[in-house]
């Protein structure tokens, strides 16, 4: 039965939007999560220690539970919008361990779906096979044997219509807020409407300071307390940065709004959002280097090849960098 599930070509639709559940996907999507649980064991294994607590992040802060989605910046670290608590709720439920799998399995399989949603029309079946490989080897994947933050929420949005991306893109903006530079007008205001309109229903849930709350927040959060920052304008200075952001979004606006294409809407959308996303990572001042999974993955849909030859040399890296932490 589950050979069956595999083998067969199926697709989910939501209006115009359309999502191709090709058999090959299905199978990567299943490796996926065996990987997931591998790299999880692996995560057992590291014990809990007074410096080295392990997924503390989903320990402290982003399992807190019903008192995270009523008071959510009562707790310590939370620097995000509070609605994110609200997509946290479930797995706040389960044992720490468990909601740390169900999460890591939910986000690979995600970024897993953006892998192939996003690669060219004229991809062949090699070609998304190696894409599928590319993703399993990345050292994004291993990640979860360490930490696990809650990427998988703004990936989310760009899985589903543009109109209902706000929902999730905006529990973490800094991760894909660029992406609406790849939407036409209609699909970019009805996104625009609805972004507005939770921002407007999170005033009434949670007050109209929780902004502040939550700048209050970011302020107190220790400089140990932010990862390393991946963010251009942190490594090549603000002008240099921003310049290049301003340059990408003349290009996807002229591209998207005034040249002329053969191309449908959707396909034009999906070609460009990997340069919209880059475009918007250049005018951020801060994203977590984790964080870079999402750029990694519209990459792997554009140049899996290339991007299959650079897991070898990271984990080479990785490997070098590991040594004296073995022999010691």
Wanted: with cysteine.
């Amino acid at each position: 039965m589950l050979q069956q599930f595999l083998s067969k070509e199926s697709s989910f639709k939501l209006g115009q939007w359309q999502i191709e559940l090709s058999a090959i996907l299905k199978q990567m999507l299943l490796y996926a999560i065996i990987v997931t649980i591998i790299w999880w064991i692996v995560g057992l294994t590291r014990p809990i220690g007074i410096d080295d607590t392990r997924w503390g992040d989903q320990r402290f802060i982003f399992l807190a539970g019903l008192d995270g989605v009523i008071n959510p910046y009562s707790v310590e670290g939370y620097i995000n919008p509070p609605w994110a608590y609200v997509f946290l709720l479930p797995f706040s439920l389960l044992p720490v361990e468990v909601a740390v799998l169900m999460q890591g399995i939910l986000y690979h399989c995600v970024l897993m779906a953006i892998g192939f949603m996003y690669a060219p029309s004229k991809s062949t079946d090699r070609d998304k096979l190696f894409i599928g490989l590319a993703l399993l080897t990345s050292p994004f994947f291993a990640d979860i044997a360490v930490e696990l933050n809650i990427d998988w929420i703004p990936a989310i949005g760009l899985l589903v219509p543009p109109s209902l991306s706000p929902i999730f893109i905006l529990a973490k903006p800094q991760n894909a807020l660029g992406y609406y530079l790849s939407l036409e007008w209609k699909p970019l205001m009805r996104a625009i409407l609805v972004g507005s309109a939770v921002i407007v229903m999170s005033f009434f849930i949670w007050g109209f300071d929780w902004i502040n709350e939550l700048l209050l927040s970011i302020q107190n959060t220790p400089p140990g307390g932010l990862n390393f920052n991946a963010a251009p304008m942190s490594h090549i200075g603000i002008l240099p940065s921003i310049t290049i952001g301003l340059i990408l979004a003349i290009g996807l606006i002229y591209n998207i709004h005034f040249s002329t294409t053969s191309k449908s809407a959707q396909r034009q959308q999906r070609d460009l959002t990997l340069y919209a996303v880059v475009c918007g990572f250049f005018l951020l001042p801060y994203l977590a280097g984790y964080s870079l999974a999402l750029i990694y993955a519209l990459l792997v849909a554009k140049v899996p090849r290339i991007m299959l030859a650079l897991n070898i040399i990271l984990w080479i890296g990785i490997i070098i960098l590991l040594i004296p932490f073995f022999i010691s």
